[in-house]
């Protein structure tokens, strides 16, 4: 962190770069912890751990405020129990139990194996279906560009499925992806399962859908008491990337399933004109962490920023909201169907003039009654609150 002697201006641009330069948003794959260590007599070491991790949690995290906890209070409560501690498992456990109600999906440990011990596991609805999914892909020349990314085309629109922002998914992988739909009436991204990646990434790609400046989000740092003159919280702003810009109608399919990286690319995304969201909110978990070392072979994370969306609300614990929700109730549809593909397809015929969605509030509206200009209005559509069968969704003009 720049102190006292560095120019405002410079602190902002190294803090921004640090931001728009951290990939670490991605858990790896989940183990428990290991079996038992060896007994330790002297209890010092692990309470020197436990003072490290909580000094540095208490210089860097920036979210105590907000989720209503006394950190130092967690110090006096969990201090004599790490005092206690006479193996490494044992001051695991107390760090975990301390960490707890911070509720951070962001925050875990990682053992000397390399295996991760999460502090939080959140428990949502994931609004996706391999099997459906699959079957959706079927028709629509599906490209595999990684395991969990590709491209297609689906009910006339093109498709892309991003389902993470990590290696080997860069920014000229996505490119050629865009390449290929540039041509399209209509784009379907769909990051439901994204948990996320590198938020650089994410973003980059989000400016290839602008032709202007703006605020994609805003990001509220700790810094340390010899810098002054920053403002909190710093704008993260986009400008357009690229010698051309898709500007034609996008339908971005969200869920419970995306977090940190994928919420600031939907935060961004869902202010965009020709963009529409629709699905579920997002996880709520945007924390850039940071790792540390702990002692004896372990290591630890720290998030580091409190991202706002664009509208300035909290995305930590809130999410992202779609601008359409629509539930995941695929018992009514046929077994073969992806509901949230349907319904992107659904969208984008309406905005291209394809064919409409029929109002659910007015069933004896005729069904050539043109729809009003601001066809994004939350409360025009049977999918706001339900999911029809499919065949009833549209109604052609």
Not at 62 to 83: C, G, I, L, N, T
Not at 112 to 141: C, E, H, I
Not at 230 to 249: C, D, E, H, K, Y
Not at 258 to 277: D, K, Y
Request: charged share 20%; glycine share 8%.
């Amino acid at each position: 962190m720049h102190r006292a002697g560095h120019s405002p201006a410079a602190v902002v641009a190294g803090v921004l770069f640090a931001i728009t330069s951290a990939t670490a948003c991605v858990r790896p794959s989940v183990s428990p912890p290991p079996g038992p260590t060896s007994h330790v007599s002297a209890a010092s070491p692990y309470v020197a751990q436990f003072d490290s991790l909580w000094s540095r949690f208490e210089a860097v995290y920036p979210s105590f405020a907000y989720k209503h906890v006394d950190w130092r209070a967690q110090r006096a409560r969990f201090r004599p129990r790490a005092e206690r501690a006479r193996t490494q498992n044992e001051l695991v456990a107390v760090l975990l139990a301390m960490l707890a109600p911070l509720r951070d999906l962001h925050i875990w440990l990682v053992d000397p194996r390399g295996q991760v011990v999460p502090s939080y596991k959140p428990s949502q609805l994931v609004n996706f279906d391999a099997r459906r999914w699959t079957l959706a892909m079927r028709d629509a020349n599906y490209v595999v560009r990684t395991p969990t990314v590709g491209d297609g085309v689906v009910g006339g629109y093109a498709y892309m499925h991003v389902g993470t922002w990590k290696a080997p998914v860069n920014e000229d992988m996505l490119e050629t992806m865009l390449l290929r739909a540039r041509d399209a009436q209509g784009l379907i991204i769909d990051v439901r399962t994204n948990a996320g990646g590198s938020d650089a990434v994410a973003l980059a790609f989000a400016a290839r859908f602008t032709r202007r400046p703006f605020a994609a989000s805003y990001v509220r740092i700790n810094t340390d008491s010899g810098v002054t003159g920053v403002q909190m919280p710093l704008a993260r702003t986009i400008n357009p990337r690229g010698s051309w810009q898709f500007t034609r109608p996008v339908v971005v399919i969200s869920g419970r399933g995306g977090f940190s990286a994928t919420e600031s690319f939907v935060a961004a995304m869902r202010t965009l004109p020709q963009v529409t969201v629709i699905g579920d909110t997002t996880g709520g978990a945007s924390g850039n962490p940071a790792t540390y070392a702990l002692g004896a072979g372990w290591q630890f994370t720290v998030p580091r920023w409190f991202e706002y969306g664009p509208d300035r609300q909290p995305i930590e614990w809130r999410g992202v909201a779609p601008h359409l929700v629509v539930s995941w109730q695929p018992g009514s549809y046929a077994n073969d169907r992806d509901p949230l593909i349907d319904a992107a397809v659904g969208m984008l015929g309406e905005r291209t003039g394809v064919y409409r969605i029929a109002p659910a509030a007015e069933p004896s509206t005729p069904k050539h009654q043109e729809q009003s200009p601001e066809a994004h209005s939350e409360r025009q559509y049977d999918i706001r609150e339900r999911v029809p069968p499919r065949d009833s969704l549209f109604a052609p003009h």
